[in-house]
């Protein structure tokens, strides 16, 4: 079974700076920052690696007025957070004496039972109030931070490791999980049904009314297999007052606890920026992925033709992920849809292939033999050997000098050569390089701190 990752949740109102801190967390800028309250309107998502823990962080909507239809949306995105996240930060202004919405937030966080820590934000400005002025909001731990000056930002993590395990695989159970992931009403619920053999899930008319991750276990190929279907992403904006509303943290999940996703695709309405996105978080959780178009008994007039001509399309969007295979499929008239278990059996044996040190490392050689490192004029990189360090997905760390110096795009060469050389359709490839002089320099630094 695949490892999987805890979620930590960025809840509380607009314009506490909330993206401010995700950024910070992510050290990039993933999210529009802008002075206007409730500028985020999506839930933004973002892997954080932190001594040897790995985890989710979501920064969550604004919260404003709760009888404005869309922020009644935002409430729900908060409890939400608090029902799926693992660790909740709750974010105030430590400019501002904590308001009804603050403790509406935070006594919503807390009633989750899960490790409740209280950021308050913007701590270096003038105005910032003294701690105990935000102990009636009922948050025991609570961190000054400024996400400005990366005020009190190890901090948090350090106490987000604290409550969260160190990166670790579960114990296996030779399940092969497969998920069913994309935008409401793709035909997730439907090929779900099919490859289950019977009414699992309720397929409704309305988009989004999977409102949950709906699980079967089945036997295929003698091998026991479970299907987790999912509540479908939703596009920013679009939420339908009424209907169960776009959850990327349930998506998240199920994305997390699988082995494969089957990333669907409506052939009506093919390559949405968000299919791009999700693809995106399927391939940065290392999974195995399938990119599936449905709903194919609906094309008029369909034959090779219009498969050859659409194919091309599909792989010119998805191309940072060229390893994942493209199929067709009806749920309707069944074709193709025992052909993806066959898929994923192969895709998961491709992950769980274990290849000798001696042969990477023949290939590594070859590999910067035909095509040398680049580097600046003295400091050239030098590829030393290779290692395969991980399965499911495949691992390998190379190790050398200068490797500061080297280019993002030899990894994606190395890459390249990896996979001409053995298959590894439908998986990610993962890499980590270590340079020598400092792996030298920081253990020398650790004997001289004793």
């Known amino acids: ?38 500028t985020t309107r999506d839930n933004v998502l973002g892997r954080v690696d932190y001594d040897n823990h790995s985890f989710w962080i979501v920064d969550t909507a604004g919260l404003k007025n709760p009888d404005d239809e869309f922020e009644e949306s935002i409430q729900e995105q908060i409890t939400e957070a608090a029902d799926s996240a693992d660790v909740i930060l709750v974010v105030v202004d430590s400019n501002q004496y904590p308001s009804d919405q603050d403790r509406q937030i935070a006594k919503k966080a807390l009633k989750s039972k ?11 400005l003038k105005g910032s109030l003294p701690l105990d002025e935000f102990k009636r909001l009922g948050v025991k731990q609570i961190i000054r931070t400024s996400a400005e000056h990366n005020l009190g930002i190890t901090e948090v993590l350090e ?52 409102r949950d ?29 009424g209907i169960e ?14 082995d494969i996703c089957l990333l669907l695709m409506d052939v009506n309405e093919l390559n949405t920026q968000l299919d791009q996105r999700i693809a995106g978080i399927i391939d940065e959780a290392g999974k ?50 025992t052909k993806l278990f066959d898929l994923a059996l192969d895709i998961d044996a491709r992950r769980q292939q274990q290849t000798k040190t001696r042969l990477l490392n023949d290939l590594l050689q070859k590999s910067t ?47 390249r050569q990896l996979r001409e050389t053995y298959n590894y359709t439908g998986t990610p490839i993962k890499f980590s390089f270590r340079d020598e002089k400092q792996i030298k320099a920081n253990r020398e630094k650790e004997e001289a701190a004793k």
Do not use: C
């Open 1 to 38: 079974m695949a490892s999987k990752l805890p979620t930590v949740a960025i809840i509380g109102q607009a314009n506490v700076g909330k993206s401010s801190l995700f950024n910070r967390f992510m050290r990039n800028q993933q999210a529009i920052v802008a002075r206007e309250a409730g």
């Open 114 to 124: 899960k490790p409740v820590i209280l950021l308050t934000n913007k701590a270096d």
């Open 159 to 210: 106490e987000i490791i604290s409550m969260v395990p160190a990166t670790s695989k579960y114990i296996s159970d030779n399940i092969l999980r497969i998920a069913l992931i994309g935008r409401p009403n793709v035909g997730k619920s439907h090929l779900f049904n099919t490859l289950a053999g019977k009414q699992q899930a309720i397929v409704a008319n309305i988009a989004g009314t999977t």
């Open 213 to 241: 991750v709906n699980r079967v276990s089945v036997k295929y190929g003698g091998r026991d297999i479970e299907l987790l279907d999912t509540a479908g992403i939703r596009k920013q904006g679009k939420q339908e007052v």
């Open 245 to 258: 509303k776009f959850s990327v943290l349930r998506s998240l999940a199920a994305i997390e606890e699988s």
């Open 288 to 337: 195995g992925m399938v990119i599936v178009v449905t709903k194919w008994d609906s094309v008029e007039g369909k034959d090779a033709f219009t498969r050859d001509e659409i194919a091309p399309k599909i792989s010119r969007t998805f191309d940072f992920t060229p390893w994942a295979p493209l199929i067709f499929t009806s749920s309707v008239t069944g074709q193709n849809v």
């Open 369 to 415: 033999q035909a095509h040398p490192p680049a580097g600046l004029k003295n400091t050239h990189p030098k590829l030393r050997y290779m290692v395969q360090t991980d399965t499911n997905p495949p691992w390998f760390v190379i190790f050398g000098s200068n490797l500061k110096f080297l280019h993002w795009s030899y990894k994606r060469y190395m890459e």
